[in-house]
């Protein structure tokens, strides 16, 4: 039996000079792949566009839709389209020409009038012949009549256009931007015959690791990190600096431009659409090549349309946003262009875009796609990569773990280890534990909450004032309050681990420990990316880095916030683990107790914010020339001899009984300073004459204070080294500093005695030397940013009890504290 709708399309194919024919799709394959050809009709995608054109309603849709109705039956002839596809185009088809004509007379003036807006001349007879024919059935009730054709349409269930519908295939929609998905699954020869020379031209992607690292960049950073940090600095510039930002770009000037101009006009700067429509139309041509699987390439195209419908509102947007981003790619605005572009989505009935941005994803299918991102990066080495490339944007196009760095990557990270952090290979991964610094996060933490109650010390000292800037900065983390500072130490802890796996010179499986324990304690003080990426942001402007020259580094906050704000950052799809009473570090914290005894120190080294450990071969041989250069030590029993002897008298005793006395009797002091200075004098008799210059002019108040301090931090420091060195085990470094602590303890009762007594010590025994003003004032304002914490990294002393002094620190809001602290109710 004849299906009068079929007969009705088989009669309309007469009008393009076709023999009529009650199954219109009944050509041969061949012949109707060919015709397609010569319609200017390569691949399915330009027939989707020809399909919804047909469906705009101007002076030119019935040729259109005459059009569309050929181009279907050789889809389906040539198997494009199923037959039943192609039928339910045929009928919404037939139903639109049925409603805009009042009868077949009316419908093919229409089409005459159409053609000759086209172009059509007096000549046509063909269609001309056609027309008359269909004209005499019509008057004579034969064939499928207008009014027959209305009946058959009124009993055909109605649909929107056969766009797919299914769970999860709604999400493809998206691809419209590019070119209309007909079917699904996608065939390559009949899509995109020529995808994979697209794929390498436009992208550099020549297989599925490649594609798989694109996706996820585009998803993750795209072009919009780039553009939008360059809006957010443009907008605070001056009309100067916007100038000298123009003349920089050299070869991007066309995009500078283009930005310009979207700042002036008041353009919204948005463009996310550009990269996350671009993710679905990769994701599918990764599917069209059998690079990813139809489940990976729904996840990818599903996590592109989550992304759009966290952003955009609606279509409008979605395109205002795309239109931005070609422009800023193309160096040219392309905004006027919009209706001309994108006319046929936003307004043909038809349209794949006639559902709403909102419901391309029913749950299930965003559920799934988000379970698949989080599956991509749920390797803790996520963490480090997405850390890290905060500092290092590049690292960001190496998403996908499977895509090693290459040979200049593995030099830069090599050279980094070596001339910037002194690591090197033979150290193994030992040397990494030295930049854990957990102790520095107990400080900051330590002075923001003392900040936030007005209880920094003064920055007035015995031995002189801080600077107003490192107050001003220091008074500043009154603003961290709320934040714990573990990142600000963490996240360069991920850079050196990243450098560590990029240099290829360390064992993957030995540094993964020191990855997991470093997502481990980030999601311990963290419990998600908001809380981390505010904290980061805050602690990073409040404590700007410097150059070698001094001068403070722009500070990353803008990347941060961005990095917040965009729903695609891989922060927002790393594995964030819950954790409770069971995580890790890195590296051992520190007890506070031995910390503030480490602290005693005090400026003689660099700060010490975690260990000691036993250091490798190549640092101990440095650690050794100074003790020899300094002390004259060379070896464990050398060293602990002279520790004994630090502990039980030290300088300190030097000074009670060889000079002390003369300050009782001042004529005697003098006679003995003309003996020395009357006679050539041996070194030694020129050190003991330079002291009692001292002891007689009282220099750094050395009559007045006592200078153990100079020996309790010579103790420490000299520990220290021992530790280093491994010429002391970890239970007698210990009871070592356990001597120091008590030794403070008993002589002082605070830091800022303890200071005085140290400068004293330091000033009293140095050696002459023609430097030594400079040491002398060096060392002096290096104890007052100490005792100031100004600026807060100079040193600890600000932010702990002194040794058996009452506590006066305020406790700090979160717990990010090093333990041992029984004071505290954390």
């Not at 993710?279 to 990764?286: S, T």
């Not at 914290?589 to 490798?616: C, D, H, I, M, Q």
Request: proline share 7%; aromatic share 10%; glycine share 6%.
């Amino acid at each position: 039996m004849v299906d009068p709708l079929n007969a009705w399309w088989g009669q309309q194919l007469v009008l393009c000079d076709w023999a009529f024919e009650p199954d219109p799709c009944a050509v041969k394959p061949s012949l109707a792949a060919s015709r397609l050809e010569e319609l200017g009709v390569p691949d399915r995608g330009e027939l989707g566009w020809r399909l919804i054109e047909a469906f705009v309603s101007d002076h030119l849709a019935p040729a259109r839709q005459l059009h569309a109705l050929e181009l279907l039956a050789l889809a389906a002839a040539a198997d494009w389209l199923s037959v039943q596809r192609a039928r339910a185009w045929m009928v919404q088809l037939a139903d639109r020409i049925h409603a805009q004509h009042a009868g077949l007379e009316d419908w093919l003036q229409a089409l005459r009038r159409a053609r000759g807006a086209e172009g059509w001349a007096r000549g046509d007879l063909g269609f001309v012949d056609a027309c008359e024919a269909l004209a005499t059935l019509e008057s004579e009730g034969d064939g499928v009549t207008w009014a027959l054709l209305g009946n058959c349409l009124e009993a055909e269930p109605r649909a929107e256009p056969p766009w797919s519908s299914l769970p999860g295939q709604r999400v493809w929609r998206l691809r419209a931007a590019f070119a209309p998905p007909l079917c699904l699954p996608p065939r390559q020869e009949l899509d995109w015959p020529d995808v994979d020379g697209w794929l390498k031209q436009e992208w550099q992607v020549e297989d599925r690791a490649a594609l798989i690292q694109t996706l996820l960049w585009l998803a993750g950073q795209g072009d919009r990190y780039g553009w939008d940090l360059d809006a957010i600095r443009l907008v605070e510039h001056t009309p100067q600096e916007r100038t000298a930002w123009l003349d920089g770009l050299g070869e991007g000037l066309a995009y500078g431009q283009t930005l310009m101009r979207f700042l002036e006009k008041g353009e919204p700067l948005e463009w996310a659409a550009w990269d996350w429509l671009r993710l679905v139309d990769l994701a599918y041509a990764g599917w069209c090549m059998e690079w990813l699987s139809e489940e990976e390439a729904q996840a990818f195209a599903a996590h592109g349309a989550d992304l759009l419908g966290r952003r955009y509102s609606d279509w409008i947007a979605v395109v205002q946003a795309y239109q931005r981003g070609r422009s800023l790619f193309e160096g040219r605005d392309n905004m006027a262009d919009i209706q001309n572009d994108w006319a046929l989505l936003l307004h043909s009935p038809a349209s794949p875009w006639q559902e709403t941005l909102q419901t391309l994803l029913d749950e299930e299918t965003r559920e799934a796609s988000r379970r698949a991102m989080h599956d991509r990066r749920r390797d803790p080495r996520h963490w480090v990569l997405a850390l890290a490339s905060l500092r290092a944007p590049e690292l960001l196009q190496r998403q996908w773990l499977d895509l090693p760095p290459d040979a200049a990557q593995r030099s830069e990270a090599s050279q980094y280890l070596r001339d910037i952090l002194g690591i090197h290979p033979q150290e193994g991964i030992a040397g990494l534990a030295r930049f854990w610094l957990p102790a520095q996060a107990h400080h900051l933490n330590q002075l923001a909450a003392d900040a936030s109650h007005g209880a920094l010390p003064l920055p007035v000292t015995p031995l002189g004032r801080a600077s107003q800037p490192a107050v001003e900065q220091r008074e500043a983390l009154k603003g961290c309050v709320r934040h714990a500072a573990t990142i600000h130490m963490g996240e360069k802890y991920a850079f050196y681990l990243q450098m560590a796996l990029d240099s290829g010179e360390f064992e993957p499986q030995r540094l993964e420990p020191l990855i997991a324990a470093l997502r481990s304690v980030l999601c311990h003080f963290y419990p998600f990316p908001r809380r981390l990426l505010d904290a980061w942001a805050c602690w990073d402007k409040t404590l700007p880095e410097l150059d070698d020259q001094g001068n403070p580094i722009p500070s990353l906050e803008k990347d941060i916030l961005w990095h917040r704000d965009d729903p695609g950052s891989p922060f927002h799809w790393l594995d964030w683990q819950v954790v409770s009473s069971h995580w890790q570090e890195p590296a051992p914290r520190p007890s506070l107790s031995k910390f503030t005894a480490l602290s005693l120190a005090g400026p003689l080294n660099a700060n010490v914010w975690s260990g000691p450990w036993p250091e490798s071969e190549r640092e101990a041989q440095g650690i050794r020339e100074w003790i020899d250069g300094h002390y004259g030590l060379h070896g464990p029993g050398e060293l602990q001899e002279f520790l004994e002897f630090l502990r039980e008298a030290g300088d300190r005793q030097d000074y009670q009984i060889n000079y002390a006395p003369y300050t009782l009797n001042v004529k005697r002091l003098e006679a003995e300073i003309a003996i020395l200075e009357s006679d050539d004098c041996s070194e030694e008799e020129r050190h003991h004459l330079l002291r009692l210059r001292r002891v007689r002019d009282n220099e750094a108040d050395c009559n007045e204070v006592d200078m153990a301090a100079w020996d309790v931090a010579q103790l420490v420091d000299l520990a220290i080294a021992g530790r280093q060195l491994a010429w002391l085990d970890q239970p007698r470094f210990e009871s070592l500093l356990d001597a120091a602590l008590a030794l403070a303890e008993r002589h002082y009762a605070g830091w800022q005695d303890y200071a005085r007594g140290l400068y004293a010590g330091f000033a009293f025994f140095m050696g002459e030397t023609e430097e030594r003003d400079m040491f002398l004032q060096g060392f002096r304002d290096s104890l007052v940013a100490w005792l100031c914490a100004a600026p807060p990294l100079a040193g600890p002393w600000a932010s702990l009890d002194f040794p058996g002094a009452r506590p006066r620190h305020w406790a700090p809001l979160h717990i990010d504290i090093l333990p041992g602290d029984q004071r505290r109710l954390h």
